[in-house]
């Protein structure tokens, strides 16, 4: 074993992490810094198969994005539009039902609705958006709105984060998803977010659906103008949440997709294929009290998401069936991925497919 990690440099981590000791912020750092992917994907994929052994989750799902208007106008977002904009839109609650109502014979198990900061929806939409979804697909969980949507919703009604996360509960809310995290640095808030709401108060919105018994995912969007430094403190701060609560699910890296971004005149690149693998086994390493991780396979394609699983990933999410805001920012990969498809993905790594439910509660395993 010792001569694997000869001339790493990554000898004392590797040691700490096959004892079961946590890792350090400086740790994060070292690790992000070196080029011995290697060596990092392995130790990633000893700690996740300590957690998940063979098994690897997909889910059967659909994604809506109801509205692109928004009032925030994130600058390394293409999806974002203002009202009276060219591409500008809201669906109807009766366009929302109709496309939940088309998942019926695909046995869904989630339905994932993120959007802009809309001002004119107000806590009704969203309250009759999800009565209607479970109405028309009983027994489907609900997975939507990211911390970003229910501050503003908290924010427009004058209510509080908890009020306002138990009238959606109440509507048919189960789990809220993990957009909207972006980097909790300050400093990256400020460049590429600044009318976004801060860190904290990401993280207040999580802790406050945990409070209440709702499950929840995080994300962080890397591969812009953050610092591996900030990548590392990001992580930290959600790995110091879960301590407290228990109720994240799974942390899922976003890559950042330059294209029709206010960002793309910056020439900043997509992401590499090896620092997607790097962020994605070094959040395994780093986030010991997360169960699972997840790679959107929709944002660094099928090839590498496949690739993953031998890197510390367990997830590669689902069937999506359509997706607007990394494909509006030039994601090359379809919308759709089939669940054969994403079952022979699995296989043809040597793993055990297993559908899971949000919850990450096994549908059926072993296809
Ligand atoms: O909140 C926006 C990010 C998020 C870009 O919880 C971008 O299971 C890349 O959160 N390039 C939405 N990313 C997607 C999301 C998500 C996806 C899949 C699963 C889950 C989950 C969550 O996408 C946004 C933002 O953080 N984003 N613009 C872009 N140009």
């Not at 198990?109 to 929806?121: C, F, K, Q, T």
């Not at 620092?275 to 090839?303: E, Q, T």
């Amino acid at each position: 074993m010792e001569g694997l990690f000869l001339k790493s440099g990554l000898e004392d981590i590797a040691e700490r992490v096959l004892t079961g000791k946590r890792l350090s912020f400086n740790d994060g750092v070292r690790l992000l810094k070196s080029p011995d992917i290697l060596t990092i994907g392995y130790l990633a994929s000893h700690i996740c198969r300590q957690k998940n052994g063979d098994r690897v989750h997909f889910i059967v799902n659909r994604h809506i994005n109801h509205t692109n208007i928004c009032a925030n106008r994130c600058k390394f977002c293409a999806f974002g539009r203002d009202a009276g904009d060219k591409g500008a839109y809201v669906l109807s609650l009766d366009e929302i039902e109709a496309k939940a109502l088309a998942s019926r014979n695909e046995n869904i198990s989630e339905i994932h609705i993120v959007g802009g900061l809309n001002p004119d929806l107000k806590l009704d939409y969203y309250v009759e958006a999800l009565k209607r979804v479970k109405r028309v697909l009983p027994g489907v969980i609900i997975q939507s709105f990211t911390a970003v949507e229910v501050a503003y919703l908290a924010e427009q009604h004058n209510m509080s984060l908890q009020e306002v996360l138990i009238t959606l509960k109440e509507a048919g809310l189960d789990s809220l998803p993990g957009g909207g995290a972006e980097v909790f640095a300050p400093r990256v808030r400020d460049l590429v977010c600044e009318k976004k709401i801060s860190g904290e108060h990401w993280l207040a919105v999580h802790e406050a659906a945990h409070g209440i018994g709702m499950r929840t995912n995080a994300t962080m969007l890397y591969g812009h103008v953050e610092t591996i430094e900030e990548r590392v403190d990001h992580l930290i701060k959600l790995r110091d949440l879960q301590d407290s609560t228990g109720g994240f699910l799974t942390f899922i890296p976003l890559a950042f997709h330059p294209k029709n971004t206010p960002m793309e005149a910056m020439g900043l690149a997509r992401s590499t294929g090896y620092d997607d693998l790097k962020v994605l086994a070094v959040s395994r390493l780093l986030l010991d009290n997360f169960d699972h991780i997840k790679a959107y396979w929709l944002m660094i394609g099928p090839k590498l998401a496949q690739v993953s699983l031998a890197f510390g990933v367990d997830d590669l999410d689902g069937t999506v069936v359509e997706e607007q805001i990394a494909h509006d920012a030039g994601a090359d990969t379809e919308q759709y991925m089939s669940k054969k498809n994403l079952i022979n993905m699995i296989k043809a790594a040597g793993r055990i497919p297993v559908e899971r439910d949000t919850l990450y509660n096994t549908i059926r395993e072993g296809f």
